[in-house]
């Protein structure tokens, strides 16, 4: 069910905020089409995508594996988050956030052609996701780091598990008592812990995701606790 697929690019969720309410915002990003045709990314796009975010001349740009969590939490989690906010809300933070023009200006990508094929990818990618996740979810691949050592392959999710757990800041009153429920634990230990919410019974609390061993475990643990939420949710 994993594709481990190497990143190399660190996440952060320190010093993010939830958009202010009040503040007014661009409208002319797209929204998501759930309807919209399916065209899944080719593993070349899928890596010029990985290239072009590491090398974006900005704080808090999100690596292609946080990028995927980001995009999954926003599918599996409450439907009143992708469902009510506008794009403008939840698509910068992926590069990092928007200046004060918004989407009218270039910055950070090269040009706003770039900036518009990055849209257009996301939003594929994100559709694909949800085909898989709604229509096939034995398919369904989240990307993964991975580090080869000797004979052995240890997966690295922490980063996946960021991006996911930056979508769940977007909205955290909205996933409700989500989290009480011990089989989510290697999303939130793997993604830093969220604010207020303390661990669930039976949580591995001592584990420590910077240890290897700890973190391949609980990384090969975070696809069934997806597929858990999901069925949460379709209940």
Do not use: N
Not at 21 to 35: C, E, K, L, Q
Not at 119 to 129: A, C, G, T
């Amino acid at each position: 069910m994993q594709d481990l697929l190497a990143s190399g690019r660190g996440e952060t969720r320190a010093g993010y905020s939830r958009p202010d309410d009040t503040t007014p915002r661009p409208v002319d990003y797209p929204r998501y089409d759930p309807a919209s045709p399916v065209t899944p990314l080719s593993a070349a796009e899928l890596d010029a995508l990985d290239a072009l975010l590491q090398a974006l001349p900005a704080d808090g740009v999100m690596s292609l594996d946080g990028v995927d969590g980001f995009l999954t939490a926003l599918l599996v989690g409450p439907p009143a988050v992708l469902g009510t906010l506008a794009t403008a809300d939840w698509l910068p933070l992926v590069w990092g956030g928007d200046g004060e023009d918004g989407p009218a200006a270039a910055a950070p990508f090269a040009s706003k052609r770039q900036r518009k094929t990055t849209v257009v990818m996301l939003l594929r990618h994100l559709r694909h996701l949800d085909e898989q996740l709604a229509r096939a979810a034995d398919d369904w691949q989240p990307i993964f780091s991975i580090a080869e050592q000797a004979d052995r392959e240890w997966a690295d999710a922490r980063d996946w598990c960021t991006g996911f757990l930056q979508a769940v800041d977007l909205q955290p009153a909205a996933w409700g008592e989500t989290w009480s429920d011990p089989a989510l634990a290697p999303l939130r230990i793997l993604g830093g812990g969220l604010v207020g919410v303390a661990p669930a019974a039976g949580d591995d609390a001592a584990a420590d995701p910077d240890d290897v061993a700890v973190c391949d475990r609980l990384s090969r643990a975070v696809p069934d606790a997806v597929l858990h939420l999901q069925a949460r949710r379709a209940r």
